[in-house]
Each structure stands twice: as C-alpha cells, then as structure tokens.
Nanobody, 125 residues
Framework: QVQLVESGGGLVQAGGSLSLTCAAS????????MGWFRQASGKEREFVAC????????IYRDSVKGRFTISRDNAKNTVTLQMNSLQSEDTAVYYC??????????????????WGQGTQVTVSS
C-alpha cells in the first residue's frame, strides 16, 4: 500500500501563498487518483481538489477555484497544492489522500483509501 506524507504548511498572512506537497512511498503514485482535503477546528473534513492518475482530470471546490492549483509529478511521486490569495477561511489541517478509481467517490473523504497525517495551514487576517 502507499504511504503519504504532507509538508509545506505554516502561518501566512491573508493574501499570501503556500505550496503543499504530498510525497508518496511504498507504491508508485501513478496507480492512484489523488485528493486534497481540509478540516478546520470543529468542522467536518471537506473536499478541496482532486486530480486523476494521468493529471488530465482536475476538480476544485468552488471556494478555491482560481486561487488553488493541484498538480502531480508521477516521476517524483509527488502531488502539489499551490495556494494563492489565502483567506482566513482557508485555515485548516490539510490532508492528501489516494484512491484507485476516478469516479463520483473522488469528491468525498469516504471515497479515499489512504491518507497522510496532515499539515496545518493558518492564515492570519
């Protein structure tokens, strides 16, 4: 099975940028569709973005469209979430996740089989 480790979180002022990286080991990342989720304190984990195995399929939640960009480098076994124009509402623990299929389950946390430990993103206003 694949192991996932996120990095790149931190504290940033509103309007700033952060780049999160998810590094995979144990299996080649090209076998998996990948997603980013986030969970703010006291709230449910929510979908942020996902990308298909080859990178041609990408979906974002509405509130991050035009600000966040998901990408992947299968040769390096990494997935990146570039976050620009960050807002206080983006404050959360961010998780990357993996699943084999590219179907409707890609938008739900329950549809993913493997998870990283998460990285904290804090946006100060």
């Amino acid at each position: 099975q694949v192991q996932l480790v996120e990095s790149g979180g931190g504290l940033v002022q509103a309007g700033g940028s952060l780049s999160l990286t998810c590094a995979a080991s144990g299996r080649t990342l090209r076998d998996y569709s990948m997603g980013w989720f986030r969970q703010a304190s006291g709230k449910e984990r929510e979908f942020v973005a996902c990308i298909s195995r080859g990178g041609t399929g990408i979906i974002y939640r509405d509130s991050v469209k035009g600000r966040f960009t998901i990408s992947r480098d299968n040769a390096k076994n990494t997935v990146t979430l570039q976050m620009n124009s960050l807002q206080s509402e983006d404050t959360a623990v961010y998780y990357c996740a993996a699943r084999h299929q590219w179907d409707d389950g890609r938008l739900s946390a329950a549809g993913y089989d493997y998870w990283g430990q998460g990285t904290q993103v804090t946006v100060s206003s």
